[in-house]
């Protein structure tokens, strides 16, 4: 079973719509990430949280939310979608002290 | 804001040629790594290199830093088709701000053909 899993894959929405990701890990991390990959401009950071109780904002944050659920859970909320969500949308997590992340397989995220 | 760049943004080459790839940052940092993506999945980490250090091996993979001139180098030997995807260089940058946060390049897209 893969560490870092990602929910839903693939999804289609509209303009509007909320949205939830979902990202679950089973490496007994206490950091997780959220980031957004568009097309020649590699990874951005959206949120990270350091614990359960820590949030911090990404370089990109505006148009999302996070709720850290659990140590193993970190999910991510458009509230409202606009087409330039429309990206693939990574969960990554890290163990402290250790500086690899460890990524999930991405959600693909189009909105019309 | 992206720390580091790579250049070049695509490289093409035959299976058995080596592969060399730059990546470029602006600030001081305490480490840097190298991830591969795999057309359309998630990163993979595959190596990383520490301030203090100038060389890094991994199997086929080297790696190198020169913190005067704010670079690194990935060297993948002996390419293979299974090599083809796109490299990333992450930085983990020295400043408290940024402290456990990494910032990514936008990636060396490399094809290597049979």
């Known amino acids: 079973d893969a560490d870092v899993t990602q929910t839903p894959r693939n999804r289609i929405t509209k303009t509007g719509k909320r949205i939830m990701l979902e990202c679950s890990q089973t490496?007994?991390?206490?950091?997780m990430y959220w980031y957004r990959q568009d097309p020649g401009l590699g990874l951005r950071l959206i949120y990270y949280s350091f614990d359960v109780k820590d949030i911090n904002k990404g370089e990109i944050s505006d148009g999302y939310s996070v709720s850290r659920q659990a140590q193993a859970k970190f999910s991510l909320s458009l509230e409202s979608a606009i087409p330039n969500q429309t990206a693939l949308y990574f969960c990554?997590?890290?163990?402290?002290?250790?500086?690899?992340?460890?990524f999930g397989p991405g959600t693909r995220l189009t909105v019309l | 804001s992206q720390q580091g760049e790579e250049d070049p943004q695509a490289l093409s080459i035959q299976e058995g040629e080596n592969a060399t790839m730059n990546c470029s940052y602006k600030t001081s940092i305490n480490n840097l790594q190298w991830y591969r993506q795999n057309s359309g999945r998630g990163l993979v980490h595959l190596i990383l290199?520490?301030?203090?250090?100038r060389e890094k091996h991994s199997g086929r993979l080297r790696v190198t830093l020169d913190t005067s001139k704010k670079s690194s180098s990935l060297l993948i030997t002996a390419s293979r088709a299974a090599d083809t995807a796109s490299y990333f260089c992450a930085t983990d940058p020295m400043t408290t701000d940024s402290w456990g946060k990494l910032q990514f390049g936008a990636g060396t897209q490399v094809v290597v053909t049979p």
């Open positions: 290199i520490r301030s203090n250090e």
């Open positions: 990554a997590s890290a163990s402290t002290g250790r500086n690899e992340q460890f």
């Open positions: 490496k007994g991390h206490d950091r």
